[in-house]
Nanobody
């Protein structure tokens, strides 16, 4: 199994920047894809960015503003956020999709880190 711990969430002004980190522990050798999702109050959880085998994918709302990266040696994925907007306010969750199942589960989630952007 894999444990994910997010950090870096904070209160920032619109137009500011923030970097989120997600440290993976456990059977990290089985991870195929890592990504960031977010959930605002009253809304569904949505994709922000994913990274796998050197390729990346972003939601249209963050493309050009956010950058996802991965440090394999540290088993850590990052989300560099710039030009933040109030609508970016949400709890940001790290996730990992594995190449094998652990007790019928192949996807793991962190507990989230709060990002609040004031206007």
């Amino acid at each position: 199994q894999v444990q994910l711990v997010e950090s870096g969430g904070d209160l920032v002004q619109a137009g500011g920047s923030l970097r989120l980190s997600c440290a993976a522990r456990g059977n990290t050798f089985s991870i195929n894809t890592m990504g960031w999702y977010r959930q605002a109050p009253g809304k569904q959880r949505e994709l922000v960015a994913v990274i796998s085998s050197g390729s990346t994918n972003y939601s249209e709302s963050v493309k050009g503003r956010f950058t996802i990266s991965r440090d394999a040696a540290k088993n850590t994925v990052y989300l560099q956020m710039t030009s933040l907007r109030p609508e970016d306010t949400a709890i940001y969750y790290c996730n990992a999709v594995l190449s094998r199942y652990y007790y019928n589960v192949n996807e793991f989630w962190g507990r989230g880190t709060q990002v609040t952007v004031s206007s």
